[in-house]
């Protein structure tokens, strides 16, 4: 069984629409995150909740909205895409905020045309 | 501002030799840190984490130190195997920021 799923795996489209990921874990966390993940393969946060509220929001332009409506779900959609949004997004759960081990999904890849 | 870096971006181990993957960090406030192992098309895996209270730890095949002294951290893996090629990131946090910070990681490849 998948412990964090993200679906679309793969997600192509062109620039200016709008598009989103779904992400769910059943590990029973408490904390889910995203993250995206350039071509250079540097990771950075983008947001974070715990118990459907949101505790981490980076510096992300506002079309990106994340969007909790449980605990076990984190969606992320983006609007107006842009050409710099292509990226590989990752998805994460934890047991609960703080300082502990952080489960990823496998991604989703995003190729803006 | 607060940066996780890498001494090495590739490294080339021959089967069956110990590997050290190296990172420094420059936050000192930072007490907990994590070791991720990333495969192609796959994300990130957990593989060991340390808190700031230790110098050492081990896991199956893997042993984390830290050194807060110079703020560096190593990843040793012992015996490697062709299943240990992937790229490998540490990442730190403190308490009051809650979120990891990751560092550029470090390609491993092993050599049969």
């Known amino acids: 069984d998948t412990a964090v799923s993200q679906t679309p795996k793969y997600l192509v489209t062109q620039m200016g629409n709008d598009k989103s990921i779904k992400c769910e874990q059943n590990l029973g966390h408490d904390t889910m995150y995203w993250y995206k993940q350039d071509s250079k393969k540097f990771l950075k946060i983008m947001f974070s909740?715990?118990?459907?509220?949101?505790?981490i929001n980076e510096t992300v332009p506002n079309r990106f909205s994340p969007k909790s409506p449980d605990k076990a779900h984190l969606n992320l959609h983006i609007n107006s895409l842009e050409l710099g949004d292509s990226a590989v997004y990752f998805c994460?759960?934890?047991?609960?905020?703080?300082?502990?081990?952080?489960?990823f999904g496998d991604g989703t890849r995003l190729s803006i045309l | 501002g607060e940066s996780v870096g890498l001494h090495l971006p590739t490294l080339s181990v021959q089967e069956g030799d110990n590997s050290i993957i190296n990172c420094a960090y420059s936050n000192s406030a930072s007490d907990y840190f994590i070791w991720y192992k990333q495969e192609s098309g796959k994300g990130p895996q957990f593989i060991i984490d340390i808190r700031s209270n230790m110098d050492k730890r081990q896991g199956q095949r893997v042993t984390v130190l830290l050194n807060k002294t110079v703020k560096h951290l190593s990843l040793q893996i012992a015996a490697t195997q062709p299943g240990d090629s992937a790229v490998y990131f540490c990442?730190?946090?403190?308490?009051?920021?809650?979120?990891?910070?990751f560092g550029t990681g470090t390609r491993l490849t092993i050599i049969p």
């Open positions: 990442a730190e946090s403190n308490f009051g920021n809650e979120k990891l910070t």
């Open positions: 994460a759960s934890s047991l609960d905020r703080g300082n502990q081990p952080q489960h």
């Open positions: 909740y715990n118990n459907k509220e949101l505790i």
